[in-house]
C-alpha cells in the first residue's frame, strides 16, 4: 500500500511538473501556440470535411465507404487523436496553472497570516518583559526596592544584536538589487543612562574606530547631535559630503574620499527613549554607518526616504524592542554593581522637550 501511494505521489508530481512545463513553453512561443489551436479547428471544420479524401492514400485523412458515409482513414484516426490530446494538454496545462497560482497565492497568505500572528505574540513579549523592566527601574530609583543582580550578559547581547542588524539591513538592500558585503557596514549603538548622564558606547562587533563619543555628542554639526534634536528621533544622510556641507555630519578617521575629495558612504541615526512615570531613565541612538558605498547609490530623493521607511519600519522598529530589554538590563545591572542610592536617584524628573515625539510619547502610553 504504501508502495502504491509513493508511486502515485510521483506520477502525480510528474504530471504536475509536465503541465507546468508545457504552460512555460506556451507562454515562450505565442505564435506557434496560435497554430496549433487553429489547426485543430480547421482539422475538424475545413479539411476533414472537405479535403480529407483528396489528399494522396497514405495521407488520406478520410475516405467514403460503402454506404457513402464519410469516415476517419487509420491515419485520419492518428491525426485526430494526436490534435486532440494536443489540444487537451494545452488547455489542462492553462488551466492547471490557474489552479496552482490561486493554491500558491492562498499558501503564502496563510504563511504571511500566521507570521503576522507569530510577530504580534513575540512583540507582546517583548513589550512585556520592558515593561516589567522598566518598572523595576523606576521603583529602584524611587528607594521602593533595592537593586537585583542581574544574571545575563546584555553587553554580549547588545553586540550580538548590532551584528544580526547588519546581516537584516544588507538583506533589505539585496531586494533592492544593490549589495553591501559584510565589511562594508558598520553599526554601534550609544547609551545613556539618567542616573550617570554620560553617553556610552557598546562593545561593536565591527573593526571601525570613529569619533571619540565626546567630540560628536556635543558638536551641533554631528549627525548624533541633530539626532538627539530631531522630532521624529530619524535622520538619513545617504551622502556624507552633502551632510557635512549642510553641518549634519562630521567626518572620523574611518571616512573614506574619492578622487574629487568627496567623502563617501551614508549613516543613519535612530533615536531611542526609555520612560517611566514621564522619566527617560535611557536614551540610545543607533548609528549605521557606510565608509564605501551609499545606501542608495544613485542618491535618488524618492529611493531615499523609500529606503529609510523601509530600514525604520521593517528593521529598526523590531530590533529596538529588543535593545530596549538589554539596554534595561544593562542599567538594572549596572545599578546593583553601583550599590549606594544616592548613584541612581533621580536627577530629571521630566523628559526634555526636545525629546518628546510621537514614538516616545506612544512607548510611554504602553509602559
Same mark, same amino acid.
Given at each position: 500500500?504504501?508502495?502504491?501511494?509513493?508511486?502515485?505521489?510521483?506520477?502525480?508530481?510528474?504530471?504536475?511538473?509536465?503541465?507546468?512545463?508545457?504552460?512555460?513553453?506556451?507562454?515562450?512561443?505565442?505564435?506557434?501556440?496560435?497554430?496549433?489551436?487553429?489547426?485543430?479547428?480547421?482539422?475538424?471544420?475545413?479539411?476533414?470535411?472537405?479535403?480529407?479524401?483528396?489528399?494522396?492514400?497514405?495521407?488520406?485523412?478520410?475516405?467514403?465507404?460503402?454506404?457513402?458515409?464519410?469516415?476517419?482513414?487509420?491515419?485520419?484516426?492518428?491525426?485526430?487523436?494526436?490534435?486532440?490530446?494536443?489540444?487537451?494538454?494545452?488547455?489542462?496545462?492553462?488551466?492547471?496553472?490557474?489552479?496552482?497560482?490561486?493554491?500558491?497565492?492562498?499558501?503564502?497568505?496563510?504563511?504571511?497570516?500566521?507570521?503576522?500572528?507569530?510577530?504580534?505574540?513575540?512583540?507582546?513579549?517583548?513589550?512585556?518583559?520592558?515593561?516589567?523592566?522598566?518598572?523595576?527601574?523606576?521603583?529602584?530609583?524611587?528607594?521602593?526596592?533595592?537593586?537585583?543582580?542581574?544574571?545575563?550578559?546584555?553587553?554580549?547581547?547588545?553586540?550580538?544584536?548590532?551584528?544580526?542588524?547588519?546581516?537584516?539591513?544588507?538583506?533589505?538592500?539585496?531586494?533592492?538589487?544593490?549589495? @553591501?558585503?559584510?565589511?562594508?557596514?558598520?553599526? %554601534?549603538?550609544?547609551? *545613556?543612562?539618567? !542616573?550617570?548622564? #554620560?553617553?556610552?558606547?557598546? +562593545?561593536?562587533?565591527?573593526?571601525?574606530?570613529?569619533?571619540?563619543?565626546?567630540?560628536?555628542?556635543?558638536?551641533?554639526?554631528?549627525?548624533?547631535?541633530?539626532?538627539?534634536?530631531?522630532?521624529?528621533?530619524?535622520?538619513?544622510?545617504?551622502?556624507?559630503?552633502?551632510?557635512?556641507?549642510?553641518?549634519?555630519?562630521?567626518?572620523?578617521?574611518?571616512?573614506?574620499?574619492?578622487?574629487?575629495?568627496?567623502?563617501?558612504?551614508?549613516?543613519?541615526?535612530?533615536?531611542?527613549?526609555?520612560?517611566?512615570?514621564?522619566?527617560?531613565?535611557?536614551?540610545?541612538?543607533?548609528?549605521?554607518?557606510?565608509?564605501?558605498?551609499?545606501?542608495?547609490?544613485?542618491?535618488?530623493?524618492?529611493?531615499?526616504?523609500?529606503?529609510?521607511?523601509?530600514?525604520?519600519?521593517?528593521?529598526?522598529?523590531?530590533?529596538?524592542?529588543?535593545?530596549?530589554?538589554?539596554?534595561? @538590563?544593562?542599567?538594572?545591572?549596572?545599578?546593583? %554593581?553601583?550599590?549606594? *542610592?544616592?548613584? !541612581?536617584?533621580? #536627577?530629571?524628573?521630566?523628559? +526634555?522637550?526636545?525629546?518628546?515625539?510621537?514614538?516616545?510619547?506612544?512607548?510611554?502610553?504602553?509602559?
Amino acid at each position: 500500500m504504501l508502495k502504491e501511494c509513493k508511486k502515485l505521489n510521483r506520477f502525480k508530481n510528474y504530471i504536475s511538473k509536465l503541465l507546468l512545463s508545457l504552460h512555460e513553453w506556451m507562454l515562450k512561443r505565442p505564435v506557434i501556440l496560435t497554430f496549433f489551436l487553429s489547426s485543430v479547428t480547421i482539422l475538424f471544420s475545413f479539411i476533414l470535411v472537405f479535403l480529407g479524401d483528396l489528399l494522396p492514400v497514405p495521407f488520406k485523412l478520410t475516405e467514403f465507404d460503402s454506404k457513402s458515409h464519410l469516415r476517419l482513414t487509420p491515419f485520419g484516426m492518428v491525426i485526430s487523436s494526436i490534435c486532440l490530446i494536443w489540444n487537451f494538454l494545452l488547455e489542462a496545462s492553462d488551466k492547471y496553472y490557474d489552479y496552482k497560482k490561486k493554491e500558491d497565492m492562498s499558501n503564502a497568505e496563510a504563511i504571511n497570516y500566521i507570521r503576522e500572528r507569530v510577530d504580534t505574540r513575540i512583540v507582546s513579549v517583548c513589550d512585556n518583559k520592558f515593561n516589567t523592566l522598566i518598572s523595576l527601574i523606576d521603583d529602584i530609583s524611587k528607594g521602593n526596592t533595592a537593586p537585583k543582580c542581574i544574571i545575563s550578559k546584555p553587553c554580549e547581547q547588545l553586540k550580538s544584536i548590532t551584528k544580526e542588524l547588519a546581516a537584516c539591513l544588507r538583506s533589505l538592500l539585496i531586494h533592492n538589487n544593490y549589495d @553591501l558585503n559584510e565589511n562594508e557596514i558598520y553599526i %554601534t549603538i550609544f547609551y *545613556k543612562f539618567q !542616573y550617570t548622564g #554620560k553617553w556610552k558606547q557598546t +562593545q561593536s562587533a565591527f573593526p571601525e574606530i570613529g569619533a571619540p563619543i565626546d567630540s560628536i555628542v556635543n558638536n551641533p554639526n554631528s549627525t548624533f547631535y541633530n539626532t538627539l534634536k530631531s522630532k521624529n528621533g530619524i535622520l538619513f544622510i545617504n551622502d556624507k559630503q552633502k551632510g557635512a556641507d549642510t553641518n549634519k555630519y562630521v567626518p572620523d578617521k574611518d571616512d573614506k574620499y574619492d578622487e574629487n575629495g568627496k567623502l563617501k558612504g551614508s549613516i543613519l541615526c535612530y533615536r531611542i527613549n526609555c520612560t517611566k512615570n514621564g522619566v527617560n531613565y535611557i536614551s540610545a541612538i543607533i548609528s549605521i554607518s557606510t565608509y564605501n558605498k551609499r545606501i542608495e547609490p544613485n542618491n535618488i530623493s524618492n529611493q531615499i526616504k523609500n529606503i529609510e521607511d523601509n530600514i525604520c519600519n521593517y528593521i529598526l522598529n523590531s530590533f529596538e524592542k529588543r535593545i530596549r530589554i538589554e539596554l534595561s @538590563l544593562l542599567y538594572l545591572s549596572e545599578l546593583y %554593581t553601583n550599590k549606594q *542610592k544616592k548613584s !541612581y536617584a533621580v #536627577k530629571s524628573p521630566k523628559i +526634555q522637550g526636545v525629546v518628546s515625539n510621537d514614538k516616545e510619547n506612544k512607548q510611554e502610553q504602553d509602559n
